[in-house]
C-alpha cells in the first residue's frame, strides 16, 4: 500500500483522543472517519481533529469505503459487535484492551477477522513504547540471566459517586471492574516476560456494585517463575514493574507508559533508559497496524492473537475464582434517541420544505 493508510475511529470517547492526537503526526497515515451513536458527537469529535467524514452510526463508518482501518475504542463489552461489525465490512481492526471481556467473545472476534482475511490486533499499546522494544532486547539477550519473578501493579483511586456511576468502571453493564480495565496491563506484561501460565491464584475485593474494585494476582510457570500482580480501580497504586532475573534486575517506573528504565546487573554500574513519547505513547502501536497492513500481514508478531485469547482465558479463571460474572450485555448497534427521527417530525419538516421550495 504506497498511498496513507486512511482511519476511522468508532467510539470517540476519552481514549479515542489520544488515540486521535497520537495518529495525527504520523506522516503515512490519515484520519478520515469518525462513527458515533450520535451525529452531534461524531460531529464534535470531527471538528476538534479535523476528519473529513462524521457517521452518525457504527454501521456508517463500518461501510465507509474511504477507509481501510478502524480503531475500536467502545467500553469493552461492545468490542466484539463493533470488530466484527468492521471485519465483515472488510476493515482492519485495531480494537482496545481488553480484546474482549471474555473467552468466547475473543474466539468469536478472531474467527471473524480469519474468516474475512482481515488484520485484527489488541490495542496492548504499552507493548509498542520504546522503552518496552529496549525490555525485550535486555531480556533476549540474557541482561539479567533467567527471568525469575516479575512484580507490577496499575491501581488508581477512583471513588463511587453518582459522577463515577455515570462511567464505566464500577458498572459491571459496562465490564466493570480493575481487572479488565487495568488488570490486563500486568498479566499482559506477564505474558511478555514467561508467557502463558501453568498457575493461576487470586483474591479480590468486589465492591458495592458488584465489580472488582482490587485485586492481586498470582502467576505460577513450570520452571517455578511466579508473577506477582496488583490491579485496583479503588486504591492508587506506584504502577511499577520489576523484572528479576538470576543475575539482575529491571526496573520500569509507570510500566504501562513507560518513558525510562533501568536494568541492574550485579557487579556492574546501572544502565538508566529514557526514550520520551514522539507525541502521547499511542502512536507506537498505530505504527505497527500500518507496517503490518503494508507487509500483507493478518497480525502482529508483537502482539498475536493467540496471545490475546490466552491472556482473556487467564481473566476469564480469574473471574471464575472470584465468582464474578457480568450481567447479559445489550446490543451497541441500536440506534441512539438522539440520533432517531420522529416519523412525525419528518413529515414535518418534508411538509415544511416542499412549502419553501
Ligand atoms: N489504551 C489505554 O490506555 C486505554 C485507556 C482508557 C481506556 N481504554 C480502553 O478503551 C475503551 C474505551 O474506554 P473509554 O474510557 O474511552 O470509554 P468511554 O469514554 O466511556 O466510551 C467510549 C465511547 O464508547 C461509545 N459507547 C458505546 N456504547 C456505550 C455505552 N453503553 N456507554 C458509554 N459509551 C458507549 C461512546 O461513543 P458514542 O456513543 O459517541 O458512539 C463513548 O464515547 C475501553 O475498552 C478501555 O479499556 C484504553
Not at 490495542?123 to 525485550?136: D, E, G, I, S
Not at 459496562?174 to 480495565?181: C, I, Q, R, Y
Request: charged share 25%; with cysteine.
Amino acid at each position: 500500500m504506497a498511498r496513507k493508510i486512511r482511519w476511522g475511529i468508532l467510539g470517540p470517547g476519552s481514549i479515542a483522543e489520544k488515540f486521535a492526537a497520537g495518529l495525527k503526526t504520523l506522516p503515512d497515515a490519515e484520519l478520515t472517519a469518525v462513527g458515533s451513536r450520535s451525529l452531534e458527537r461524531a460531529n464534535i469529535f470531527a471538528d476538534s481533529f479535523n476528519i473529513p467524514h462524521r457517521h452518525g452510526t457504527y454501521e456508517g463508518l463500518a461501510d465507509d469505503s474511504d477507509i481501510d482501518a478502524i480503531y475500536v475504542s467502545t467500553p469493552h463489552p461492545f468490542h466484539k459487535e463493533c470488530a466484527i461489525l468492521c471485519l465483515e465490512a472488510g476493515k482492519a481492526v485495531l480494537c482496545e484492551k481488553p480484546l474482549t471481556v471474555d473467552a468466547g467473545q475473543a474466539e468469536e472476534m478472531i474467527a471473524s477477522a480469519r474468516a474475512h482475511n482481515q488484520f485484527l490486533m489488541e490495542a496492548m499499546w504499552t507493548r509498542f513504547l520504546p522503552v518496552m522494544v529496549k525490555v525485550r532486547e535486555w531480556l533476549a539477550d540474557g541482561a539479567i540471566g533467567e527471568p525469575r519473578l516479575l512484580t507490577a501493579d496499575h491501581g488508581s483511586r477512583k471513588v463511587l459517586s453518582t459522577e463515577t456511576l455515570a462511567g464505566r468502571h464500577f458498572n459491571p453493564e459496562l465490564g466493570g471492574g480493575a481487572l479488565l480495565d487495568v488488570g490486563v496491563y500486568t498479566i499482559a506484561l506477564a505474558y511478555m516476560v514467561f508467557g502463558a501460565p501453568s498457575k493461576v491464584t487470586s483474591l479480590a475485593h468486589l465492591g458495592q456494585t458488584n465489580v472488582d474494585e482490587q485485586a492481586s494476582i498470582l502467576l505460577g510457570y513450570d520452571s517455578g517463575q511466579i508473577a506477582n500482580l496488583f490491579c485496583a480501580i479503588s486504591t492508587e497504586t506506584s504502577k511499577e514493574a520489576r523484572i528479576t532475573g538470576t543475575h539482575g534486575s529491571i526496573h520500569i517506573p509507570h510500566f504501562w507508559e513507560a518513558t525510562s528504565a533501568t536494568l541492574e546487573v550485579r557487579g556492574k554500574d546501572p544502565v538508566h533508559i529514557e526514550i520520551p513519547f514522539e507525541e502521547n505513547g499511542f502512536e507506537y502501536q498505530t505504527i505497527e497496524v500500518n507496517n503490518c497492513l503494508r507487509l500483507g500481514k493478518l497480525e502482529s508478531d508483537v502482539m498475536p492473537l493467540d496471545e490475546s485469547l490466552s491472556i482473556i482465558k487467564t481473566m476469564d479463571t480469574v473471574r471464575e475464582q472470584w465468582g464474578l460474572e457480568y450481567p447479559p450485555f445489550g446490543s451497541v448497534l441500536v440506534p441512539c434517541q438522539d440520533n432517531v427521527v420522529d416519523p412525525e417530525e419528518r413529515m414535518t419538516e418534508e411538509a415544511i420544505e416542499k412549502n419553501i421550495s
